[in-house]
């Protein structure tokens, strides 16, 4: 494989099985980084990336661990430096999303949402941070969303969990320089094959550039960020301008 851009560093993504989390530890793959491959439940989709990867010729590890639980967190750190001895990226992109209408939402769904979108970024960032801060060049790239930048109110739960993201980026971004930049990515629709097109309607009406997103457009920015020195503490929104509206 040619020197690329990313060659010799370690990334681990979390919730890397399906989706966003998948294309974009391919993509890192690609650009030359081995790489990480954290899942929840997903084995077999989970082990088909870590194939994936090792066919370009970089290495992969796929781990389970429920990364809102500490306990599973430091066995997948450890994981980590026992297998690859250093890290230089991490991308928090496990999430999980669902509505629920505020008269009715429960504890127990509150609780869930937090934990798998918010507390999980922070228990990995705080987990990484020795590891990322002995490159002197660490990157964290958190996944928000553009539920963490609108109002939904079908999706309380889940824009607030969206909202702590970003802030959590921001502080971390002060709490964690110079050695580690961090940063958010905030994704529009983002389209996979084999989803119900109505689900992107009201998106793609709504979008001045009259179209849903790519996991391509994701992978860009994550490489993008994984590159950078010199941006700290930003929300990087790939929303084809849905914001705007």
């Known amino acids: 494989m040619s020197q690329s851009s990313l060659t010799g560093k370690v990334a681990l993504v979390t919730g890397a099985a399906r989706r966003i989390g998948r294309s974009v530890a391919l993509r890192l ?21 870590v ?10 590890v796929a781990v389970r661990a429920d990364v809102s639980k500490k306990a599973e967190v430091a066995a997948l750190f450890a994981a980590v430096e026992r297998e690859f001895g250093r890290l230089d990226i991490l991308v928090n992109n496990a999430g999980t999303f669902f509505p629920a209408k505020f008269e009715e939402l429960t504890e127990e769904q509150w609780d869930s949402i937090l934990d798998t979108n918010l507390k999980s970024q922070f228990l990995c960032s705080q987990a990484a941070a020795p590891m990322l801060r002995r490159t ?25 969990s969206k909202a702590g993201v970003i802030m959590l980026t921001r502080c971390l971004a002060r ?3 110079p050695e580690i930049t961090v940063n958010a990515i905030a994704p529009g629709t983002i389209s996979f094959p084999g989803d119900a097109p109505e689900l992107a309607e009201d998106f793609i009406r709504r979008t001045p550039m009259k179209q849903t997103g790519t996991a391509q457009d994701i992978d860009s920015a994550v490489v993008f960020l994984a590159q950078s020195a010199f941006i700290t503490g930003q929300v990087i929104v790939v929303d084809g301008g849905r914001t705007l509206t």
């Open 51 to 60: 194939a994936q990867i090792a066919a370009m010729g970089r290495r992969a």
């Open 29 to 49: 793959a690609s650009e030359g980084a081995d790489v990480v491959v954290n899942y929840r439940t997903s084995q077999r989709e989970a082990d088909e990336v």
């Open 175 to 177: 709490a964690l320089a």
């Open 136 to 160: 002197g060049e660490g990157r964290i790239v958190n996944f928000a969303s553009l539920g963490g930048l609108l109002a939904w109110p079908a999706y309380t739960h889940y824009c607030v």
